[in-house]
């Protein structure tokens, strides 16, 4: 939507010039039946109407009402098998950086030669299933194995870790270690024969999207206004540890709120926690906020 006043985001029809929405029955887009179930949880009944509930969403902010809140966050955790030389937990985790190429081993950091240390992968981001509590990384842990075993014995490339050895020798590791890590970051990143036979590149790292306490996923669960593309919510204030919506357990409803209070799973009595409480101050209420008339300024948010 495009606003000719943009010193606020709570618009009048005459402020707006124009609403964009994609358009219907795209296979790869926001409102398809794959991103709606597997990128964002919802149930197939409320998928079967995400594109009609998108076009009404984008038209009442043309007649003041906003969203609920503002942020998500979209994050890729990467898949550490317990036996990487990388893994400093020495179990299956998940972590916040991706592997380093064989070639950053020789860059600079900040202008002084690299140390070890610049290469570690960040602590354990633990990811949990919201309805079960399991750890979603050990609960991958013997697929992984199995496929790391397979790659091990019939290789897609040949692993030398000589050369590394060789040419970076200020860290003191062996051949073998570097073969281990480029064997590891193979089969963590789909790059062997199963995983380019079968278009499984990163099949065991994680992207999610998370939303936090009284950001756009809060408030009533079924409001037009209220986000749901949020997959993931943190445990607690360190946020080193993640619920993970379960598929089909996500709504996106097609009625308009009356107070800010989190409904369904954002209620207070959630367990094991409400995922995005309740809307954000000044938010919410959405139905006390439609206003037509051109005539009456638009709230300042």
Known sequence: MRNGDRTNRAFRPGKVHAVHVEER??????????????????????????????????????VGVDHHGEGEEPRTFYFQGAGDPMNTAHRPRFVPYMPSSAGDFGKKVWGRPAVWSDFDRGPTITLKWEDTGED???????????????????????????EPAAKYPQYGKDAAFWSEKALYDSVSGGTTKRGIANYEAHRFDRS??????????????????????????????????????????????????????????????????????????????????ICPNDAIPPRTL
């Open 136 to 162: 979603v990384a050990q609960s991958m842990s013997a697929e992984f194995e199995r496929e790391l075993t397979a790659e091990r014995s019939d290789s897609l490339y040949e692993r030398d870790g000589e």
């Open 25 to 62: 029955g795209r296979t790869n887009g926001l409102f398809s039946l794959h991103a709606s179930t597997a990128d964002y949880n919802l149930s197939e009944r409320d998928a079967a109407f995400a594109y009609d509930r998108g076009v009404a969403h984008e038209l009442l902010h043309a």
């Open 208 to 289: 999610v999207t998370i939303s936090r306490d009284h950001q756009a996923d809060s408030g009533n669960e079924l409001c037009l206004m209220r986000y749901y593309f949020a997959n993931a919510y943190p445990v607690d204030a360190a946020e080193t540890a993640f619920y993970l919506v379960c598929p089909g357990m996500n709504r996106a409803g097609r009625e308009l709120c009356q107070t800010p209070e989190g409904t369904g799973a954002n209620a207070s009595g959630h367990a094991p926690k409400s995922r995005f409480g309740d809307s954000a101050p000044g938010r919410g209420s959405c139905f006390s906020h």
